[in-house]
């Protein structure tokens, strides 16, 4: 399985480093025969490349920045507080994301054109809150919910206040869901191409996914500018992910086993 599924990134890198005969021959090769760097360097050489990239980091940074402290609060009030109608508001969260993002393009659409945010970075990053938002909240709920109540309550006993209990408790027994729900917003946020094709029309305004369909046109496909490109955008992610992935480790397996 793990062949299956790292074979396809090998071949867009090794794509991204052959010639433009070599993509093309009759015969696949599994290696580069004559590796270079000219889709590489087609693909910095784009202005509209850095454009992308900086719109892609900006969409990305301002929607974590923003959904997970939200969610975290939110979630902390769903799995530690009794309130009205807080079946109802799980209810909705969970429901949202059962709702396909293509049923929701015209509508957020339209709704983006009335308040004059369509075409706009800022539409955008209101955009994927409204679909990041109930992953986050569902996810955090979980991992608030499996630390027992009855080490705050213990901490309240010892002469903590609620907040020293959540600073002291909470907050370090979450830190591993919380950086695991944060990456995966960073990941969806950073990948996202449905709502971009839809809500973008302006080039300079292009992120990275929306970007690398220049290179299909309807002359042809540029296919190592493509994977060059392609392979350039995995790095963020794939660097992210090594930095972080014990914490998510961590997090993936919180609650799963209680002792």
């Not at 719109?55 to 301002?62: E, I, Q, R």
């Not at 939200?70 to 799980?90: D, H, N, P, T």
């Not at 569902?138 to 608030?144: D, E, H, K, Q």
Request: proline fraction near 7%; charged fraction near 10%; charge should be neutral.
């Amino acid at each position: 399985m793990a062949i299956v599924w790292i074979f396809p990134v090998y071949w867009m890198a090794a794509t991204a480093l052959k010639p433009g005969p070599d993509i093309h021959a009759a015969v696949p090769q599994l290696w580069p025969a004559r590796p270079t760097l000219q889709h590489f360097t087609k693909v910095a050489s784009d202005p509209l490349f850095w454009d992308a990239v900086g719109n892609s980091a900006l969409v990305t940074g301002m929607t974590v920045l923003l959904a997970v402290p939200v969610a975290f609060v939110s979630a902390l009030a769903i799995a530690r507080f009794r309130f009205r109608g807080r079946g109802v508001y799980v209810t909705v969260v969970m429901l949202v994301q059962m709702v396909p993002h293509v049923a929701l393009v015209i509508p957020i659409f339209l709704t983006l054109s009335d308040v004059g945010l369509s075409d706009s970075v800022t539409g955008l990053i209101v955009t994927y809150l409204a679909f990041i938002l109930p992953f986050a909240v569902w996810t955090l709920r979980g991992f608030i919910a499996s630390v027992p109540r009855e080490l705050e309550e213990a901490a309240m006993v010892d002469g903590c206040g609620r907040m020293q209990a959540f600073w002291r408790i909470i907050l370090p027994l979450t830190l591993p869901g919380l950086i695991a729900t944060t990456v995966y917003s960073m990941v969806l946020a950073w990948n996202e191409y449905l709502f971009a094709y839809f809500l973008l029309g302006s080039p300079d305004k292009h992120t990275v996914p929306l970007w690398l369909t220049h290179f299909v046109t309807s002359e042809g496909t540029d296919y190592g500018a493509l994977m060059a490109g392609s392979t350039i955008v995995a790095v963020p992610v794939v660097v992210f992910f090594m930095l972080v992935q014990r914490h998510i480790a961590g997090g993936l397996t919180a609650g799963a086993v209680k002792g």
